[in-house]
Structures are given as structure tokens and as C-alpha cells.
T-cell receptor, first 112, second 112 residues
């Protein structure tokens, strides 16, 4: 099946700093999702981004499907951005049917 | 409000007992999923269902069972055959199975 790798595994920032999280996947995909898991465990949808660039406030994401990677940008980070960021891509075959393979996540800690 | 409701949020059980976790959605989504998360790990798919009265095994189905008798409900039973049941369980749904995935708040199961 598809392999999804995220980097860096851990990231520590001061409030106000910018950061870039990376997600590499081993096969071509027809969708890619980014999630933020808050300290209570809830997964919050950030982006559904098969290709191209999307922006939502201080967050933006870019997926380059042909090169098999996606980037999540966080600008002017805040303490509430802390948590684990996951990317997820559909399993082999290109069908998405919710059968997402998750990366191991990037643990982001933002200090005031 | 539309969403996915999981219950209970926390559950303690003795080893050898079966446990059923509830997942209800009022989003009118066709597809529903169960994922498992272990500490410091990503999510792994247990079972999924794309339509009422039909479901398929995910990557780690052994020791689990599900039913899909109603569109809005997809309960998961953790049986005594599951060798390491202590984990965080997340239910998810999507409109048709090829669109964006949304998660409930999760159920944390501890087997003593």
C-alpha cells in the first residue's frame, strides 16, 4: 500500500514564527487531507487538497501530486496551533473511499 | 447541528469482556469508518462501510466486528479476541466515500 511520511517529527516554535510541514507519499493520489489533532484527541479538518494551493487564514497548503508531496504552511503561529498535524492519502489504487493511510504526524509545540 | 457523535468518550473494561462503541452521524453521509490510534501513532483503519448492510475489513480488523443496519449508525464491537484493545477509537464519515473525511471526537477504551 501507499506509504506516507511526514517531516519533521517534532517542531518547537516561539509564538509568531512561521513553519512548514512536509508530507511525502509513495504513489500518485487523487486526494490528500491535512488534519490537526488537538490535545483532546479530536481531528480537525484543515485542508482537502488533491492538487494546487489553498489558503485558510494563517494556514495554507500546497500539493504537487506529480512530485508526490504536500506542504502545510503555518504563519504567525499561536499557542492554539499546538498539537499534532497529520496528512493522509488514499490507499493504493487511487480510490479514496475513506481508506486513508496516515503519516506518523508532526508534533508542533508553540511557546508564548 | 450536523456532526458525528461517538459514545462513550471514556470506557473502562475488564480483560475478556466485549465492548461496543457507538457512532451516529446526521450528515446524511453514505460512507462510515472506524479507525484506531495508539499513543504517538497515526490512525489505522479497522472497518469501513460504503452503504447500508454492507461493510469491509480494513487493515487491522482482527478482533473487531461491526454492523450497518441504518445509514446513520455504525457501531464497533471490540471482542475478547482483540489482543491489545486499549486505544483511542475514532469514527469517521464521508458523503460518498470519495470525498472529504470527517471525524467524531473519539472514544478512549482502557482494558484493565
Amino acid at each position: 500500500g501507499i506509504q506516507v511520511e511526514q517531516s519533521p517529527p517534532d517542531l518547537i516554535l516561539q509564538e509568531g514564527a512561521n513553519s512548514t510541514l512536509r508530507c511525502n507519499f509513495s504513489d500518485s493520489v487523487n486526494n490528500l487531507q491535512w488534519f490537526h489533532q488537538n490535545p483532546w484527541g479530536q481531528l480537525i479538518n484543515l485542508f482537502y487538497i488533491p492538487s494546487g494551493t489553498k489558503q485558510n487564514g494563517r494556514l495554507s497548503a500546497t500539493t504537487v501530486a506529480t512530485e508526490r508531496y504536500s506542504l502545510l504552511y503555518i504563519s504567525s503561529s499561536q499557542t492554539t496551533d499546538s498539537g499534532v498535524y497529520f496528512c493522509a492519502a488514499p490507499n493504493a489504487g487511487g480510490t479514496s473511499y475513506g481508506k486513508l493511510t496516515f503519516g506518523q504526524g508532526t508534533i508542533l509545540t508553540v511557546h508564548p | 447541528d450536523g456532526g458525528i457523535t461517538q459514545s462513550p468518550k471514556y470506557l473502562f473494561r475488564k480483560e475478556g469482556q466485549n465492548v461496543t462503541l457507538s457512532c451516529e452521524q446526521n450528515l446524511n453521509h453514505d460512507a462510515m469508518y472506524w479507525y484506531r490510534q495508539d499513543p504517538g501513532q497515526g490512525l489505522r483503519l479497522i472497518y469501513y462501510s460504503q452503504i447500508v448492510n454492507d461493510f469491509q475489513k480494513g487493515d487491522i480488523a482482527e478482533g473487531y466486528s461491526v454492523s450497518r443496519e441504518k445509514k446513520e449508525s455504525f457501531p464497533l464491537t471490540v471482542t475478547s479476541a482483540q489482543k491489545n484493545p486499549t486505544a483511542f477509537y475514532l469514527c469517521a464519515s464521508s458523503m460518498t466515500g470519495i470525498e472529504e473525511l470527517f471525524f467524531g471526537e473519539g472514544s478512549r477504551l482502557t482494558v484493565l
